[in-house]
């Protein structure tokens, strides 16, 4: 108090001298007239000197206003909450508390036995699926082979035809015939010995499976060679009951000279023979379409498996990054390296205050004056001079039956972080329509008692002058009565002035 007094004294001096209480030479104080309580004279350089600014009364659109408290929330969109999407166990942590993020950016990696094992069920459907893949090739092979076994025959069994209308026949087919047996006999017994061997071996290999000594696929692998001799062995049977029947034939026919008859028959039964072949190519075919089918399947399947149990993060075999969902700054990490983790478990939480809501508590009898898409002005008591501008987006529609208000949510975009939840804050909502309306700063205005008064500059100085004040506007306050547009009040230095008229008041009534 003491420094305030030490500068106010000599301003006052300074005012005093816009004042004169010398008595003219040749007049008595009686005929000395009084000087205007509600005026002060100040010269120009007086107010320079003394830092007093003044500004012009003008007209400008003015909405009235409906001061409430209000407390700052996040937005849905800008908060977000970081879960694992499997359960495993912290690795590394890229971030600390209070670091800011951007949107897909690591937060932490880590590992997981589920998602280990959902890679190795891709790897395997995978494998099957080359199996597949392999197979359809060498079924359509076997199709296009036994494709032109087909035609050879039926080539020969026409020429046969010929031969016999013509005669030309010799004792060749007879010996043909035997040579086709003996080789379909070398080869049924070649192959039953193939067989034997590899079906001991799928059985050594499924006991070895049983003690965990081998994996499924060389079993699989084994039955497979196992699959493939049982098929070759019913071949081979057919071709010799085929050589057999034909070597019968020939022996009859022979003994008969029915040489011509037996050709075409030979022909025939050829015929027949690549029918079957080619008949049973196609079905392998539709089999190892069909197999290559569910492998792709199969692959698809544990491949949304992983991909599920991976989520929205990226990583390598049995590990996923978890990342950002949004912009922000990280305002919780609730988990530490080495630590294992579910997928119910918040391990970190991003905030993006770049937009927030201000929750205004308005009260029950002001609530019919709000409407949605009403300005907003928020201010701050820990934010002194900053002013916020929002929008009304939702006025609810319950009263509270504890504050008996009922809350307006402010949209409030630009808060570059300064606004953060559950802050207190003071809203000033617009309620009425904008009208046009005198201002001056409210700098400018001076309280007495429950009156307001301005001081309005004049060429000797400033006087008071009484005014009727109306709806805030920002900085500005609007004037219903009182004032002209186009005077000039002041704005800087008031209390200075205010306190001299005061001063002069209180002369006054001594």
């Not at 050879?152 to 026409?158: D, G, N, R």
């Not at 029915?258 to 049973?280: F, G, H, M, P």
């Not at 900053?386 to 808060?415: H, N």
């Amino acid at each position: 108090m003491r420094a305030s007094w030490i500068l106010v004294v000599p301003v006052f001096a300074i005012l005093g001298c816009g004042k004169s209480s010398s008595v003219p030479e040749g007049e008595t104080k009686s005929e000395v007239a009084k000087p205007q309580e509600s005026q002060i004279a100040l010269s120009s350089d007086s107010q320079k000197l003394v830092g007093i600014e003044t500004s012009l009364v003008r007209y400008e659109q003015v909405q009235e206003s409906l001061q409430v408290p209000g407390t700052v929330e996040s937005t849905s969109n800008g908060r977000a909450v970081v879960t694992p999407p499997v359960a495993g166990r912290i690795v590394s942590i890229a971030i600390q508390l209070g670091d800011k993020v951007q949107k897909g950016q690591s937060l932490a990696t880590m590992e997981s036995p589920e998602l280990a094992q959902a890679w190795s069920n891709i790897a395997e459907a995978t494998r099957l699926r080359d199996i597949s893949n392999a197979d359809l090739k060498q079924a359509r092979a076997e199709v296009q082979l036994s494709s032109t076994k087909l035609r050879t025959a039926q080539q020969s069994l026409a020429r046969q035809r010929e031969l016999a209308k013509a005669g030309a026949f010799s004792q060749a087919p007879l010996q043909h015939a035997q040579t086709e047996m003996n080789d379909a006999q070398s080869e049924l017994l070649s192959i039953q010995k193939d067989q034997a061997s590899h079906d001991e071996q799928l059985r050594r290999l499924e006991s070895l499976l049983r003690d965990g000594i081998v994996s499924r696929a060389d079993v699989n692998a084994a039955r497979l060679l196992s699959d493939q001799d049982h098929i070759k062995l019913e071949r081979a049977k057919a071709s010799l009951e085929s050589a057999r029947a034909s070597y019968g034939r020939e022996k009859t026919i022979f003994g008969r000279d029915l040489l011509s008859a037996k050709e075409i028959q030979t022909a025939e039964a050829d015929v027949r023979l690549a029918e079957l072949e080619l008949n049973r190519a196609r079905l392998r075919v539709i089999s190892s379409e069909s197999a290559l089918r569910t492998a792709k399947q199969s692959i698809s399947n544990a491949q949304a498996v992983y991909q599920s149990n991976q989520g929205n993060g990226s990583g390598s075999v049995g590990r996923v990054n978890l990342t950002a969902p949004i912009d922000g700054t990280v305002t919780r990490v609730d988990v530490t390296r080495g630590q294992a983790v579910d997928r119910t478990q918040a391990v970190f939480e991003v905030e993006n205050l770049q937009s927030v809501w201000v929750s205004a508590s308005v009260p029950e009898q002001d609530s019919s004056k709000v409407r949605v898409g009403a300005p907003a002005h928020i201010t701050l008591a820990s934010l002194v001079g900053k002013e916020f501008e929002g929008i009304v987006q939702v006025v609810g529609s319950k009263v509270d039956p504890k504050t008996r208000s009922v809350p307006a949510l402010c949209l409030v975009s630009g808060a570059a972080g300064l606004l953060k939840p559950d802050m207190f804050a003071t809203v000033r909502l617009g309620v009425s329509a904008r009208n046009r309306s005198l201002v001056v700063p409210k700098s400018a205005v001076v309280a007495d008692g429950k009156k307001s008064f301005v001081l309005v500059q004049t060429k000797e100085g400033f006087e008071k002058r009484a005014i009727e004040l109306g709806a805030e506007a920002g900085d500005h306050i609007a004037v219903r009565t009182g004032l002209h547009e186009g005077e000039r009040v002041a704005s800087e230095g008031t209390f200075v002035l205010a306190s001299e008229l005061r001063k002069d008041e209180l002369k006054g009534e001594e």
